[in-house]
């Protein structure tokens, strides 16, 4: 069941979530022909916070073909438009004007064309009245009630935002490890993701829980409730290929096992009916396709194992079918991995891996509404908000972009990269509703270090390392990070276009070993975890940052566990 397909059914219980919310649907009378309607017009509001929502439009043209269109309507409320994609929108006072981008303007006879925008207002929300196509008012079929009272919602359907009235599941086997370290039970009962990281993670390694188990209990922790869990499907083929730590079982050719041994009991335990009634979002495959972009080719920082995965296509396929399969489970909504904004967040970067998920969710079978949205930051550092410096600054006629920690990228914090990337994602054809994920659970950079105001404007070095609250040495520093702190708790629809802010990486376990250990899981030894290590082209040859004395990746790392606690921001009371 695509996302595109049930959405129109979803909108009473936004419009129940959101006060306001609502949708105003199109639709051309069955005892009439198109030409008596000019035009139709499909308003959604997708996601409705106390100030600010996300709304979708589609105009389908139903008279003689246009190279150029303009669409007009005006607000009753107060409502402001702050951002917009896939058409050129302008606001003046009430009236709102969205005209074609160069690439959209031909509508045909029959087709549609459809864009979003982000926008803020207080009070109601209603949805406009009329809306005119060059002039030409559009048919609009408010569903009978008015434009907060759409069509009852489809119980099977997927929400437009899962974690939205929803209680997250909290992994007991997690929670057990937190509540025995020294202050622990402050945040035990957090929900964190739950990795199926090789294929005996399916049904439980070493007596520990298996999918099932974790499905089983989240039923108990539902009651009455809406209670989404979370899951991480990391198995890749030939799996991070450029970071030996996260290495996994299967070897870079094995895409038959990953489907029939691994994806395919995952979706078989999923589909049962018996867990019908949960919210179950997927994290499918983190540190993979991004890696197609930035670690091939001529790069400085190309491996031969990221080079081999990309001639052979396994990444693309392996996700691809991935998204496939679990999308064809109904209350499964799968979140494709992004990166960070130290990862892509490049100009020769941003557009390319856009594509490179373009790419891997129509194949294999898969389509974009298989995809309900993106994660990024996952087991990252990324500083949700950088509020001292912002990108636009500049010292001494020196922009922020030209300081060693910045390097040219576009973006100095998590959230002004998710937002903007989502974005680039709708423009390359993704669902004009998907919603990010940012994973929290270890950026929050607290404690006594955490800057108080900018840094000095002696130069725009000191500008930036002076203000900056993420303290890594270089942005892309991944592994036991020292000085990091919990950021903000798992939360849902916190900002614009953001489904949640979630900790998918459990805090406390360990990103890799400081030091190489023998083991059955597919584990290596990667540098970066060794806090003696110089670094490589990837963190411009800057020491690693790493902590010492830490285990295998995924093993409990208490050390960590306790930093992450003291350094947490917010701080834990």
Known sequence: MSRTRTRTALLAALALVGGATGTAMAAAPSDVGAAAVPCTVDYKVQNQWDTGFTASVTVTNH??????????????????????????????????????????????TGSSVSFGFNGTYSGTNAVPATFTLDGV???????????????????????????????????????????????????????????????????????????????DEALE????????????????????????ASNGELGPTEIGRYKTEYIDPI??????????DLRIVTTVEIDSLPNLVTNTGSRPTATPQCDVMKANG???????????????????????????????????????????????????????????????????????????????????????????????????DELSFAQAFRSQLVSVGFDAGIGMLIDTSRNGWGGSARPTGPGALTSVDTYVDGGRYDRRI?????????????????????????DAYVWMKPPGE?????????????????????????GNARNNFNMSGALPDAPLSGHWFSAQFRQLMANAYPPLS
């Not at 209680?167 to 997690?174: A, L, M, Q, S």
């Not at 899951?231 to 450029?242: E, H, K």
């Not at 899981?521 to 290590?533: I, L, N, S």
């Open 267 to 276: 979706a078989a335990i999923l589909a049962d009916p018996k867990y019908a």
């Open 474 to 498: 270089h942005v892309g520093n991944w592994c036991n990070q020292s000085g990091a702190g919990l950021g903000e708790r798992p939360q849902a629809a916190p900002a614009a276009g953001i």
């Open 63 to 108: 008279s003689a073909a246009k190279n150029a269109w303009s669409l007009k309507w005006s607000y009753a409320g107060n409502q402001q438009i702050t951002s917009a994609w896939n058409a050129k929108v302008s606001q003046s006072g009430a009236a709102v004007t969205a005209a074609n981008e160069g690439y959209n303007g031909t509508l045909a």
């Open 137 to 215: 008012t559009c048919d609009v079929d408010d569903g009978g009630g008015g434009p907060t009272d759409p069509p009852d919602p489809d119980p099977t359907a997927r929400v437009d935002n899962p974690y939205s009235g929803a209680k997250v599941y909290v992994n007991p086997e997690w929670s057990a490890k937190a509540a025995a370290e020294p202050g622990g039970s402050r945040i035990s009962d957090q929900p964190t993701g739950v990795w199926l990281d090789r294929i005996a993670a399916i049904n439980g390694v070493n007596g520990g829980m298996g999918l099932r188990d974790h499905l």
């Open 221 to 244: 922790q539902k009651g009455a409730d809406e209670l989404v869990v979370q899951l991480v499907i990391y198995n890749l083929p030939g799996r991070d290929c450029a970071a030996l």
């Open 510 to 534: 360990s990103d890799g070993a400081s030091r190489e250990i023998p083991n059955d899981e597919g584990k290596g030894f990667d540098r970066m975890c060794d806090p003696t290590y110089t």
């Open 314 to 412: 396994n990444y693309v396929k392996g996700v691809g079918y991935a998204l496939g399969k679990l999308g064809d489970v109904p209350n499964v909504y799968n979140y494709v991995d992004a990166g960070h904004h130290g990862w892509i967040g490049w100009d020769d970067n941003f557009g390319a891996s856009a594509n490179t998920f373009k790419e891997a969710a129509t194949a294999e079978g898969a389509t974009v509404n298989d995809v309900h949205g993106f994660i990024t930051n996952t087991a990252n550092y990324s500083a949700l908000k950088e509020e001292n410096f912002t990108i636009n600054d500049a010292v001494n006629g020196t922009s922020v972009r030209q300081s060693k920690w910045v390097d040219w990228n576009r973006y100095v």
